[in-house]
C-alpha cells in the first residue's frame, strides 16, 4: 500500500502498515546558507545634514565609522514623515499604495489611509521569516491603527503578526524616553528602571537587541537574523542623559545663521554636495539670528543642545551595537543600513517649544517664562522641540522640512556597511536618485529572498522599490527608476531622469491654486533655481506625469479636508473610543492615550475604592509636563490637573478612613476652554478648583490604573504603586449640546493623533 498523511501529502518518505515496512523522511529544514544578516536602523527626523560624515558638528563617530568604512547615499529618499516612510521600507511598496498616507492614527474612510498594511503587501520580516531568517524589531513601530494598540487589540497589525519573531518597543509615534510605554511581544510592561536610576529607553532597546542575537548565537549560530531597530530619537521629546546635555553646554551660541554656513562648508570639503551648490535662502518664519531677543536666543540654543545630546547619545547606543556584533564575528557578513524617515522637524514651530503639546494645543511659546526652566531641557521634566531656525540647520543646504515635499522633507542621510561585500568602495559616495522603497528591494536581494507571488495565501502587489546591490559595487550604477512622485498631507512632487516638479499646499486653499516649482536637481541640488517660468512647456508635462503616477499608485483622492474629518474612523463601533461611558475593572494593562476617554471637555470619573490606609496612586495619565491625576497622598486624597506645570490641585482636608469609598472627580468646561473642578469623597464635596485652560491634548502619555507611569506633580515620583483596591472606575462625558462642541472635541482629538508623527 502507499498511504498519504492528511497533514503531509507531499512526504517524501513511505508510509506502509508496519513502520519496518516504511521509509521516514525530514523535511530540509529552512536554514538560509551563506545568507549575510541583515540590521536596519532607522532614525526619526533627522535630517540631511545631522550626522557629522553629512555635516554637522554634532558628534557622530560611530555612524561616521560606518561611513567611513562604508557608502553614503546623497540622493536617497523618503515620503516625508514617519508610518508612510516606515511603510515603505518595510514592504517595498510606495505609501498610498499600502494604505499609509499619513501617520497610523488616521484612517480617512478611503483606500489611501487605514493605518494598516494590507496582506497583499507582505513585509520584508515576513519574507525572510518564512526564508528561514530569525526576525527582530525594537524601537518605534507606529504601522498600526493606535487604537488597536491596547491590551484587548485586535493584534493583526502588531509586528509579531507582520513577521518578526520578537519585538520590544513603543507602538506609537514617539514615547518619553525616560518612562517609555513599552509593547514587549504582544503585551504592555512597565519601563525596567526610572529616571532616578539613569534609565534611558534608547539604551535599554539596544540591550534588547543584542540579547536577542546573544540568544540566536548561543542556540542556533547558524541561522542568519534580520533586525530593525527604530530609536525614537531624533523624534521629539528630546530626552539625553545629563552628561551628555551637559556636553553640548554653548556649542551653538553662534546661532542657526552661522552654524548652517559651517555645516554647508563642511558638506562643501566632505563631498557630501555636488560643487556649485546653493545654501538655501531661510524659509519663511525663520528669522535672521541677530534679530532675536537674548531669552529667544538663549531657549533656542537650549533646544538645540538637547537635540545634538540625544543625537550623539543615539548614536553611542548605535556603536555599543556595532561592537557586539565584531565581538561575536558577526559584523564583517552583516548588510547594515543607517537611515533617517523624513527631514527635521517643523513641529517645534518658530520658536521652539518646551513642551511640544503646546504646539498642538495651539498655544505659543512663553519664551520668556521658557528660560527659568532652562536646565529642565533633556531632562525627564520636557518634552521640548527645536525651532524652525535649527531644523531647516538640520536639513542643510536644503529648503523646508519634514511633512514637505521640497528637499527638506524627503531627502535624508543613507549609510550602507557590509564589509565582505565592500572591499574596496569604503568611504565612497553614491549620487543616484534612491527611495524609501529601495531598502526591502535591496534586503531581499542580498538574502536571495525574492517577493512571492503569495504570502500565506494572498496575492501580493508588485513591489515599486528596485535594488542597491548594483550600486554597492559599481560606482556609475543606478537603481531601475526613471520616476517617482511624492504625496504627503497635499503637498505633492514629481521626480523624473533628474527632474523635480514640486508644491507646496496651502491650508484651506484649492489644489488647482497650489504654485507648482520646477527644478534640475543634476544642476540644483538645493531647489534654489526655479525654473517653472522659463520653462513652463517641462513644468507641465511634470505636473501630468504627476497624476499619471497618483492613479497609478493609489493616490488619490487629494485630501485637503480638516483634521477632524480624518479622524472620524477613530469613533467606529468596536474601538475603545466608541463611547460616552468607560468603565474600567483594574487592575489592567497601560491604557494608550489614543484609547483614553476624551479630556478635552467635561467629564466626570467615579473611583470605587477599598481602602487600606497606603498612599499611591488611584488613576494617572500624563507626564510631569501636563496631565491629570487622583491619588491619596499623606493619608488625604488629591486631584492634581497639570497644565503644563501650572497646577490646579484639590486636596481634602480629612484623611481617608481605612474600608469602602466612592471618590468624584468633576470637569465642568465653559464655552472659553477654562473649567471648574470638584472633588467629592462619598458623595461630600471635599475641594473645589479652577483650571484656567482645559487642555485639547493633555499628553501623548496615556492612562494607569493604581500606579502612575510618570509622575504627574512632584508631590510623589513614579510608579507610586496603590496597593488598597480598586474596584472599578468609570469615566463618563455628558452628551454634548451643539455641534460647535462636538466640532471641537473631534478636532481636539485630532490633534493629539497628529503630535505622533
Keep these: 500500500m502507499t498511504y498519504r498523511h492528511p497533514a503531509e501529502p507531499d512526504f517524501g518518505g513511505t508510509i506502509e502498515r508496519h513502520v519496518e515496512d516504511s521509509q521516514p523522511w525530514w523535511p530540509e529544514p529552512a536554514l538560509p546558507k551563506g545568507k549575510p544578516n541583515v540590521v536596519l536602523i532607522c532614525l526619526d527626523d533627522t535630517g ?35 508610518s508612510p516612510t516606515r511603510a515603505c521600507i518595510m514592504t517595498g511598496r510606495n505609501h498610498h499604495a ?80 525616560f518612562s517609555p510605554e513599552i509593547t514587549c511581544d504582544n503585551h504592555m510592561i512597565d519601563p525596567p528602571g526610572t529616571p532616578q536610576d539613569g534609565y534611558h529607553f534608547s539604551e535599554d532597546m539596544v540591550d534588547q537587541s543584542m540579547a536577542m542575537i546573544r540568544d540566536l548565537h548561543s542556540l542556533v549560530p547558524e541561522r542568519p537574523f534580520f533586525m530593525y531597530m527604530a530609536f525614537g530619537a531624533t523624534h521629539s521629546p528630546h530626552h539625553a542623559p545629563e ?9 551653538f551660541d553662534a546661532g542657526w545663521d552661522e552654524v548652517r554656513e559651517e555645516w554647508f562648508a563642511r558638506q562643501n570639503e566632505l563631498g557630501v554636495i555636488p560643487k556649485g551648490t546653493n545654501l538655501a535662502p531661510r524659509n519663511p518664519g525663520v528669522r535672521p539670528w541677530n534679530e532675536l531677543s537674548e531669552n529667544e ?32 564575528g558577526k559584523l564583517d557578513d552583516t548588510l547594515l543600513i543607517v537611515m533617517s524617515d523624513n527631514g527635521a522637524s517643523q513641529e517645534g514651530g518658530a520658536s521652539g517649544v518646551f513642551d511640544e503639546m503646546r504646539y498642538f494645543n495651539g498655544l505659543k511659546e512663553d519664551v520668556d517664562e521658557a528660560v527659568k526652566h532652562l536646565d529642565l531641557i533633556g531632562g525627564p521634566k520636557s518634552h521640548s522641540n527645536i525651532p524652525w531656525g535649527w531644523a531647516q540647520a538640520g536639513n542643510t543646504p536644503l529648503k523646508w522640512y519634514k511633512q514637505n515635499t521640497h528637499g527638506g522633507g524627503v531627502r535624508d542621510p543613507l549609510v550602507i556597511h557590509w564589509p565582505k561585500k565592500l572591499k574596496g568602495q569604503e568611504g565612497q559616495f553614491r549620487r543616484p536618485f534612491c527611495y524609501a522603497t529601495d531598502i526591502a528591494a535591496t534586503i531581499l536581494d542580498a538574502a536571495g529572498a525574492g517577493m512571492p507571488e503569495e504570502v500565506a495565501g494572498v496575492e501580493q502587489m508588485p513591489m515599486h522599490g528596485s535594488s542597491l546591490m548594483p550600486t554597492l559595487t559599481d560606482p556609475k550604477a543606478s537603481p531601475a527608476r526613471s520616476v517617482q512622485y511624492f504625496e504627503m498631507l497635499g503637498h505633492r512632487g514629481i521626480w523624473k531622469d533628474g527632474w523635480k516638479a514640486v508644491t507646496r ?92 476617554p476624551s479630556a478635552a471637555r467635561s ?77 467629592t469623597v462619598d458623595g461630600k464635596e471635599a475641594g473645589s478648583s479652577y483650571i484656567p485652560m482645559l487642555l485639547r491634548i493633555l499628553s501623548s502619555t496615556g492612562m494607569d490604573f493604581g500606579c502612575s507611569h510618570a509622575p504627574v506633580t512632584d508631590d510623589y ?28 472635541e473631534v478636532e481636539s482629538e485630532a490633534r493629539a493623533a497628529m503630535t505622533r508623527q
Design 48 to 82: 540631511f545634514s545631522h550626522f557629522g560624515s553629512y555635516g554637522s558638528t554634532i558628534e557622530t563617530p560611530n555612524v561616521d565609522r560606518l561611513a567611513a568604512n562604508g557608502l553614503r547615499y546623497s540622493s536617497f529618499h523618503t515620503t516625508a514623515l514617519c
Design 98 to 177: 499600502v494604505r499609509m498616507r499619513a501617520i497610523s492614527n488616521m484612517d480617512t474612510g478611503f483606500p489611501h489611509m487605514r493605518g494598516a498594511l494590507p496582506r497583499s503587501a507582505a513585509t520584508v520580516a515576513e519574507v525572510l521569516r518564512e526564508s528561514g531568517y530569525a526576525t527582530f524589531a525594537t524601537g518605534k513601530w507606529h504601522l498600526a491603527p493606535m487604537i488597536e494598540c491596547t491590551a484587548a487589540g485586535p493584534f493583526h497589525n502588531w509586528p509579531l503578526q507582520r513577521g518578526f519573531n520578537r519585538y520590544y518597543g513603543f507602538m506609537q509615534g514617539e514615547t518619553d524616553h
Design 243 to 251: 552628561a551628555w546635555l551637559e556636553k553640548y553646554r554653548g556649542r
Design 297 to 328: 536666543r538663549g531657549f533656542s540654543n537650549r533646544l538645540q543642545e538637547a537635540f545634538a545630546a540625544m543625537l550623539d547619545h543615539t548614536d553611542h547606543q548605535i556603536g555599543r551595537f556595532v561592537a557586539f556584533l565584531e565581538e561575536i
Design 505 to 596: 499646499h496651502g491650508r484651506n486653499t484649492s489644489f488647482d491654486d497650489d504654485r507648482w516649482e520646477l527644478y534640475h536637481l543634476e544642476e540644483d541640488f538645493s531647489e534654489s533655481n526655479d525654473l517653472a517660468e522659463s520653462d513652463p512647456k517641462k513644468l507641465e508635462e511634470m505636473k501630468e506625469l504627476w497624476w499619471q503616477e497618483a492613479e497609478k499608485h493609489g493616490v488619490l483622492p487629494l485630501d485637503g479636508r480638516g483634521a477632524a474629518q480624518l479622524f472620524r474612523a477613530s469613533r467606529q463601533p468596536g474601538t475603545p473610543t466608541a463611547r460616552r461611558y468607560f468603565e474600567y475593572l483594574p487592575p489592567i494593562s497601560h491604557v494608550v492615550s489614543d484609547a483614553c
Design 603 to 679: 467629564f466626570i470619573i467615579t473611583a470605587e475604592i477599598e481602602h487600606d490606609g497606603r498612599d499611591g496612586a488611584i488613576i494617572a495619565r500624563g507626564t510631569p509636563n501636563s496631565g491629570m491625576a487622583l491619588y491619596v497622598l499623606k493619608g488625604k486624597v488629591v486631584f492634581d490637573y497639570n497644565c503644563f506645570r501650572d497646577h490646579a490641585r484639590i486636596e481634602a482636608k480629612s484623611k481617608l478612613s481605612k474600608g469602602a469609598h466612592t471618590l468624584t472627580v468633576e470637569v465642568m468646561r465653559h464655552a472659553d476652554q477654562s473649567a471648574d473642578v470638584t472633588l
Design 717 to 744: 515620583q513614579a510608579p507610586f504603586v496603590y496597593s488598597g483596591l480598586i474596584r472599578r472606575v468609570v469615566f463618563q462625558l455628558p452628551e454634548l449640546k451643539t455641534d460647535k462642541d462636538r466640532k471641537a
